[in-house]
Structure formats: structure tokens, C-alpha cells
């Protein structure tokens, strides 16, 4: 069965609350497997022109209440606060922004601890701050559909006047959907209230949806903050992007070096991410893995770490397990339904290969695009940077940090607990290095149009 076959089993419209038809389909729809695509940065050099591209994308973009029909691609765009500034939307409009959104990525580096190999300053030219004003992406199912997606795109920018292409990307990973690493990954997503699909096993009580799109009740009961007028907000959401270059050599080396025979090196892989390189979750699957399993929806989300609180299956300072405790007690208390994102990450590169080695991590084509979705993103990254990836305070690891994304100046420790007594092993280094990021506002289709026509002039006319 497909990914849409699997969703449209589950789908049902009169559980529908959310205005599905006016939502950008990127927040909802999981990638297609195996997938390709593109992503492409723009620069508004002047605000007519930038607002006609807009105007003429917009129809092109599809919209979520599709998203149980078999598309071969969808494209979805995302605007810098510089963008919006760009494309002129008035000063006390812009204030109505959140203020890491209204700083740009690059800025935030201090709160998202974004310094050494991560910080600014070493980002591809691209990500220079103020310079990428709208990011489009396209998903597709293979090659010939990603094409023509880009050829009718192509035909509007090359239509537009006053904007420019600053660069382009392709991504895409093959059947199994694995990321630089091999581990198949965007497993775990949060079920999202009022959306019309029921929650897999495992995905626990659907989370509001005001988590995650504009204008409706969040976990706290009430709507977020929301950018304004209503017209401009409303189904709109917010997006973090982060380029990642993956040094899959450091990481096979460090996986040599720490693992004698190709059995304990698979397991000591499968103990930093928290799941076996076919998905299958070391919590389900404690000691080998069980591709079966790892492709299996209905199972291979299905587990919680309650009977697991010293992290002997599932080490606590584990990628997966620090970025969803899920019920595990912690240390520092923390709602941890206020911080659940729908990731849309895409891999690019070479597929995994054990036989890469350091040298090889200079090419730098190996890599992920971490792009995730939430209607609180800049709060929920901050803290996830600073608390989740960059500490270990919060499950008693003191300063241990997370040993897939972490920043680790000087090699530093990822501790496996286990009988009789726990392991501890150094050399972790940063595996994957940041190469620059935005932070975006995804707005509706309706908000799209609302720019392109630069709504706030005829708002100000009824005033
Ligand atoms: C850039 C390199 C990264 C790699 C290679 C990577 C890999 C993975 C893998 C293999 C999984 C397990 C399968 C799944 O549920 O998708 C996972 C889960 C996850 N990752 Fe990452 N990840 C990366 C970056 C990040 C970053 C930067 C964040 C957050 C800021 C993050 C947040 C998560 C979350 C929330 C989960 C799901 C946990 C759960 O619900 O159980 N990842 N990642």
C-alpha cells in the first residue's frame, strides 16, 4: 500500500475542524517514498515584481485538502521577515511578527547556540543574513514529475520581473527513505487534531492544532499570538530551516574505532539514534534489528519509555529519545506537547555507503535539510538547541549533548547505560555541521493572494 493509500484508510472528512482548502499541503502531507526534490532561495529585489511572482505561484501551490489524493508533486513557499519587508508589507504589520522571525536566523545564533563550525559565519553564501527572501520547495514522486514541476515554476520566475534566483538544491532519497546515515527517519510525527486522519499506534492523543497552524486552540486552550490582520495569520505557520553538511566519515570511523565487529558497530549506531537503521525501535527491537518492524506504521512508532526510566534499551541521551521524551520522566519538568514538530526534512547526496571515510566528508555533498513546521517554531528550536541537543541537565548527563546533531567542541562523551555497569565512550564529534538556515512564515493560499495584491492598501481604503 502507498503512503496516501495507508493515510486515505485512515482519513475520514466529518472529523474535519481545520480549513484544509486554504492550509499549504507541505504542513500536512508526509514526503512521497522514495522522493526527490528542490529547493529554491529568491531574493525580492523590488516589491511590484516580487508580489506579481507571488500572485502567479500561488495557483500552483497545492493546498492540504488534497492530501489524500495520489499527487506526483506539490509545491509549497515560505517567506523571510525580510521578504515580507520586501514586499511592502507596512511597518505595524510587521511588528505583529515574533521577534526571532523579525531577527532572521543568523542573529538567533547566541540561542541556538549556533557557534564554532556552526556559526554564521561559516554558512553557505546563500544564507547570508537579509538575503533569502522566499524559499520554494518542491516534493515529487520521481524524477519526470520533479521536471515539469520545475518547468511550469521556471515559467513564472522567468516572467517575473525584480526578482532573482540566489540558488537552487535537489534532494531525494530512494525506497526505504533513508537520510546520509542509512537510518530510515520522519517516522514519528504528531497526530494533529481536526486534520481528519486518526493517530497511528504510538502517536498518542492528537496534539491541537494550534500547535502547528495559526488561528486555532493550542494545548493551552486558547489561539497563539497571531501575525496580523486575520487575513495574513490565519492558517498560516511558521517554519525552521537548517541546512546540515553530514560527515558520514567521522561518523563511520567513530563507529570503527568504538565497534570491533559489524554487529557492535550496528548496535552502537542504532544506541545514538534510538532506532535501527530500517526504523525499527530499539524499544520494540532491544537487540537486533527487525526491518519488518522498521517498515511497519502500525508498529513502528508503538512504544513509550516509562518501563525503560534508566534508558537500558533506549539510552536516555539517545538522538530520538531527547527530542521526545514521550512519557519518560525528566529532571527538569516539561510539557513536552508544547514542543512536538511536523518535520519535513529532506536528505541529499550519495546514499550511505560504510565505505566512507573522513576524507571524503570535505566534498561536503552528503547532507540534510532539517526543516520543521510548529506554530511556536523559534521558541521550540531555541529550546531544543539549548535544552534537548546542547545539554544533558535534563536526564542527569550534566553536559553531555546529543551525539547525531549536537555541537561538540572538543570530542565529548555518549554514555550507554547498561548491566552491570553503564558504557561511556569518547570521541563523539560534530557529525553533522550546520551550513546555514532561515526562519520562515508559511502563510495560507489565501494570505499568499492577500500579499500578492498588496492587501493592506485596500484595508487602509475602508479604514
Ligand atoms: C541533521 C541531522 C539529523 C539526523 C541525521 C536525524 C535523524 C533522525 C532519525 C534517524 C530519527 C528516528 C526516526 C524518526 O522518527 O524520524 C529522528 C527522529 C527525530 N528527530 Fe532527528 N535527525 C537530525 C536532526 C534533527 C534536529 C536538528 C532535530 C530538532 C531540532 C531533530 C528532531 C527529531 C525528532 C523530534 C524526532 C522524533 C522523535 C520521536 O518522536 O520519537 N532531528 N531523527
Known sequence: MSIIERLASRFRRDTVSLELDDIQALILRSRPEPYVGIHAMLHFDEAEGARDLLGRLAPHIASADTWTDELDHWIGVAISYEGLQALGLPEDQLKTFPLPFQQGMAARAPQLRDQGPNAPENWDAVFTPGRCHLALTIYAVDDAALNRALASARVELDRAMGVTLLGEHRFGAPEGAKNPFGFRDSISQPAIEGSGVA?????ARPIKAGEFILG??????????????????????????????????????????????????????????????SGAPLALAPNTDDPELGADPRRNNDFAYADDPKGRLVPLGCHMRRLNPRDAELTLLTDVNIHRIIRRSSTFGPVYSEDVVPADDAKGERGIFFIFVSARAFDTIEFMQQEWINRGNFIDLGEERDPVVGLHEGEQRFTIPQTPARKRIDGVQTFNVMKGGEYLFMPSLSALNWLAKAGWRNAAKHD
Not at 493517530?199 to 502517536?203: A, D, Y
Not at 497571531?226 to 566519515?249: D, H, I
Open 199 to 203: 493517530p497511528l499506534p504510538g502517536e
Open 216 to 277: 486555532y486552540p493550542s494545548e493551552t486552550g486558547v489561539p497563539l499570538a497571531m501575525p496580523e490582520p486575520a487575513v495574513l495569520g490565519r492558517n498560516g505557520t511558521f517554519v525552521v530551516l537548517r541546512k546540515y553538511q553530514s560527515r558520514v566519515g567521522c561518523f563511520n570511523a567513530f563507529l570503527k574505532a568504538n565497534g570491533e565487529t559489524a554487529e557492535a558497530r550496528e548496535r552502537l549506531a542504532a544506541k545514538m539514534f534510538g532506532r535501527w537503521r
